[in-house]
């Protein structure tokens, strides 16, 4: 029929939507999910014929919502989503609209999805960095914040000599164990100086650190492989253009990381927070 083929070619376009978009029936039963919003939710299955409170936990807010679409009205309004891979709820913004026949009869909702998940964590950073003065709570606080966007095993501080020829780790943090460090200065190899000074993902950390012998001889740096960490992701700290201090997050899983997590901390003011922790510490 002709209106089954509007509905398609509408799909169509909202797949090749980056922003995560959602389509209801009039029993709120989810009628269509585009993969921007499976991506964004940690659903590997289909969610169609699935109710929109299982995603959306907040019933107040979304049977408010709802009964604005069938009165024909459209909105913008702020909510959480339950991510089903982990029960996470991250904080999204919905632009709602009702689906409407010819005769302006209610046939259903749509919902486009923008996460506030950065926005919100880029708004906790920027206050700790405004009113936090001591620069290990101060670091503390960042890496519980990234911990919620970007998952690790391990989170660290290197420092990096005036010449940025030796590093030395300065901060750690785990939510699990602690994790025995040294606070001694590590050569940087001279064929290494000007990689060290980029972000860097590593899928295995084992064959990353073959490019340091020095590192794999020590026994604290053995005895921290034994723990079996394997991806690292690393954003150097610049001063001017100088490497002063790097930020590494290491998991125990083999492959987490890719170029979309850089991005995702880089639009971060992890930076900003780093130095301002620098410039505490040398008070």
């Not at 010819?102 to 700790?128: C, M, V, Y």
């Not at 001694?184 to 972000?199: F, L, V």
Request: aromatic fraction near 8%; charged fraction near 30%.
């Amino acid at each position: 029929t002709d209106a089954s083929w509007i509905v398609a070619r509408e799909e169509r376009f909202l797949d090749r939507l980056e922003l995560p978009a959602i389509k209801l029936d009039q029993d709120s039963v989810i009628t269509y999910a585009n993969p921007a919003t499976r991506l964004l939710i940690g659903a590997d299955t289909d969610l169609r014929g699935r109710s929109v409170f299982e995603i959306f936990p907040n019933v107040e807010t979304m049977s408010d919502q709802l009964e604005k679409r069938r009165k024909g009205k459209g909105d913008i309004y702020d909510t959480e989503i339950k991510r089903t891979s982990d029960g996470k709820r991250i904080p999204v913004r919905v632009a709602g609209a009702p689906i409407l026949d010819d005769n302006g009869n209610f046939l259903g909702t749509l919902g486009i999805i923008r996460s506030r998940e950065r926005q919100k964590a880029a708004e906790a950073i920027h206050r700790f960095i405004s009113s936090e003065r001591d620069e290990r709570a101060l670091l503390t606080k960042l890496a519980e914040q990234i911990q919620m966007i970007v998952p690790f095993d391990w989170f660290i501080i290197n420092e990096y000599s005036r010449s940025s020829d030796h590093m030395s780790p300065w901060f750690t943090y785990s939510i699990k164990e602690p994790i025995e460090t040294s606070r001694r200065w590590w050569p940087i190899p001279s064929d290494q100086k000007e990689e060290a000074k980029q972000p860097k993902g590593e899928a295995d950390l084992q064959v990353f650190l073959q490019k340091y012998p020095d590192l794999l001889k020590d026994p604290i740096v053995q005895r921290f492989l034994a723990q079996d960490f394997h991806s690292m992701l690393r954003i150097p700290i610049k001063r001017q253009d100088q490497t002063v201090s790097s930020m590494l997050l290491m998991s125990k899983l083999t492959g987490l990381y890719s170029n979309a997590d850089l991005e995702v901390l880089r639009s971060l003011p992890v930076e900003q927070a780093i130095q301002m922790a620098l410039y505490y510490k040398d008070l």
